[in-house]
Nanobody
Framework: VQLVESGGGLVQPGGSLRLSCAAS????????MSWYRQAPGKERELVAN????????NYADSVKGRFTISRDNAKNTVYLQMNSLKPEDTAVYYC???????????????WGQGTQVTVSS
């Protein structure tokens, strides 16, 4: 199983970034995909998630209206479009995959290695 994030970097306040997470080694279309983030000295928090099929999504209040999560099941990839970035969005962003039909089972709960997003002028 692999989850490989890309697209992080340094951006000025008000700018945009698009994160990608390429998945392999499991049936992508059966997994809820999520983005989490962790800032220095803070706990990891959910940013957004998306169900296996369809358009149902969920966002943290702090990113609603600015971030958009999407997925391409044909490419086994999930995306996070981040607009109007703020310094407080600075964090390591992690991709997460959780088997939708047994989301309590830690054996099918996978994490990527993370990608750094820094918002600074």
């Amino acid at each position: 199983v692999q989850l490989v994030e890309s697209g992080g970097g340094l951006v000025q306040p008000g700018g945009s970034l698009r994160l990608s997470c390429a998945a392999s080694g499991f049936t992508f279309s059966s997994y809820r995909m999520s983005w989490y983030r962790q800032a220095p000295g803070k706990e990891r928090e959910l940013v957004a998630n998306i169900i296996p099929v369809g358009a149902s999504t969920n966002y943290a209040d702090s990113v609603k209206g600015r971030f958009t999560i999407s997925r391409d099941n044909a490419k086994n990839t999930v995306y996070l479009q981040m607009n109007s970035l703020k310094p407080e969005d600075t964090a390591v962003y992690y991709c997460n995959a959780r088997y939708y039909w047994a989301d309590w089972d830690q054996r099918t709960n996978y994490w990527g290695q993370g990608t750094q997003v820094t918002v600074s002028s």
